[in-house]
């Protein structure tokens, strides 16, 4: 647990996205940038495997046959998938042009490699050409510069002072520019894009049918990526959250007061089923690479400890198959949207 | 009550601040501005009279005779003012410049008024220059425009699709810009300023030796200016927020397992005795005009019902002589930071 862990923290992780004209390069060019991922050091904790024993009888996980419903995101990702690909092909019959997704890859973590393959297929069934530059996990702040201007035609916008100012906020599709994280704290304001692990969470609930105004929520979790900016969305959304981190002395006790629980940990199976209020709703946002000690093969894992949450929660998502996919249909959303603002189209 | 409550719905107290060269006007105009404080719709609980009825025993409001601290503001306040006077009298001898706060009231509401009389004569006591404009509570945003372009020279800088984003966020003083309230949610970044009251709010805290990092703290209200930011600003000092607000079912049980309780609702005496934790640390940033029924005079009240929060807290800010003191002098430091970095001595 503590491998997949490490690999969280020490390693960058950067999209950067570009939309480019068909034809020339005279259309305003399109770049963004995820910048490190750096969550909370969140150390497992010792009574991990022994569930029942954190807290009083009545928060315990069930062993009455239930099984919660499992919120699938892949026929989610799949609809907004095709409504994509169905407007990109307009797009280009209509003017000719169509988005273009740049990737900036720093380091050889296995995972980010795994996630950017997935989102390269993505894009190219729904017609979004990419292109990934890969740069070694020790290069300096000034050669991912070069790369991240070698993606964006109008130097004029280039604030070299700070890597992530170079991508304007209307080009920011990953919804990470502080403009953007500003725009969605702020009641009544419109940010240009959302994250997309955030409003893949918010569209999986809804699109099951969960409210969420007046809910309580824990968010374990406050990476920059995931856990804060979905605080504040489900905030906008009238939710009364709470958000953990790993120095919040008693995770379990806060979540297991939640009516939805959303975990962005990155440690494998940390929250427990004795964690969760019974018919809880739960999101689960971790995607660790964890190594089967017999296969030695790799396979996804989530931040919930879904065996034990399945038996307590009303519904929860599985990993794979839950959160992700929605997440890789709101980038290419999201994209399609930030060429449809460059090429005057909204 | 619902009239106070009324009174914060419907009117608009915006603050503009510009920093003027002292002989010439060459120097980059400093201008901000606060957006309308629409906080939720908060209704006061029929109940509210009459405590203990709410929460179990051990919660209750004790009647032991103990006593919390009394977390007063003035000191600090005078410390904060002492310092920014000092260094715009040097500067005054240094560059022969000082700031300037301009302050542009829409509307006449009273408690508006009793403010900006404050802010007025605290700047006057420090050596910042001010200048009032007034325009009625129906003006069009093109004259609003008109007054915020007024006090800005840069006219290259003004964007007037939005009113909000007039003001660059180097001069924002309020720390009200997008931009600011991104870069205090995003964990690393550092904001140009941060928000008056959630400073003062912090201030309070640390020079009371109150500890914050892994406190369990409920922000009740969410307004921009205050509640918002404080639980972004908390957040980043690693307390687990939770941030409560009208559509919150059940205030008083999220606040009684809270150790520092942060008012912010709008409501006179709405935070009940039966509310809180024996031992928590109360802020309350409540500033309601009450007429009182006898004398016919008004006094200020917080949002805390001071008499009973005080037999059960371990420490409590005073309302008036908290928060309030110490965020205007928040103010006056934030405007000097602003004129030092116009005229280049940071």
């Known amino acids: 647990m503590r491998k997949s862990l490490h690999l969280h923290v020490v390693t960058w992780h950067r999209t950067l996205t570009k939309t480019l004209h068909f034809h020339s390069f005279s259309s305003p060019p399109s770049c963004t940038f995820l910048g490190p991922n750096l969550p909370d050091v969140w150390v497992p904790r010792e009574d991990n495997t022994s569930p029942h024993t954190l807290l009083p009888e009545k928060f315990q996980w069930a062993n009455d046959g239930h099984s919660a419903a ?3 995101g892949k026929a989610i990702a799949k609809q907004i998938k095709l409504k994509v690909a169905d407007e990109i092909s307009r ?38 050409e990419t292109v990934v530059s890969e740069l070694p996990e020790n290069c300096t702040e000034n050669e991912l510069l070069d790369v991240v201007s070698s993606f964006n035609d109008d130097k004029d916008h280039l604030d070299e002072e700070r890597i992530v100012n170079v991508v304007s906020p209307e080009k920011d599709v990953d919804g990470f520019h502080p ?29 099951h049918g969960v409210e ?10 406050r990476s920059k990526i995931a856990g804060l900016p979905t605080s504040l969305l489900l905030q906008r959304h009238h939710a009364t959250v709470s958000l953990l981190h790993a120095y ?49 093969v790799f396979r996804i894992t989530g931040d919930v400890y879904f065996e034990e949450a399945v038996k307590v929660a009303s519904a929860i998502t599985p990993v794979p198959g839950g959160v992700g996919p929605v997440t890789i249909s709101m980038l290419l959303s999201n994209t399609l949207d930030s060429a449809k603002r460059a090429f005057g189209m909204v």
């Open 70 to 72: 499992i919120l699938e």
């Open 91 to 128: 797009m280009k019959t209509e003017i000719g042009k169509f988005p273009k997704l740049a990737v900036v890859l720093v380091g050889d973590r296995r995972d980010s490699h795994t996630f950017i393959h997935i989102k390269l297929k993505a894009c190219e069934k729904v017609g979004i």
């Open 179 to 207: 403009l953007n994280i500003g725009n969605l704290a702020i009641r009544g304001r419109k940010p240009f894009f959302i994250p997309c692990a955030s409003k893949s969470c918010i569209e999986l609930l809804l699109r």
């Open 212 to 221: 969420i105004k007046g809910k309580r929520v824990a968010i374990i979790g």
């Open 248 to 296: 919040t002395k008693n995770p379990e006790q806060i979540t297991s007061e939640a009516d939805i629980v959303i975990a962005d940990v990155g440690i494998p199976n940390i929250v427990r089923g004795n964690w969760i209020k019974k018919g809880a709703v739960i999101i689960d946002m971790g995607t660790n690479q964890v190594k089967d000690p017999s296969s030695q």
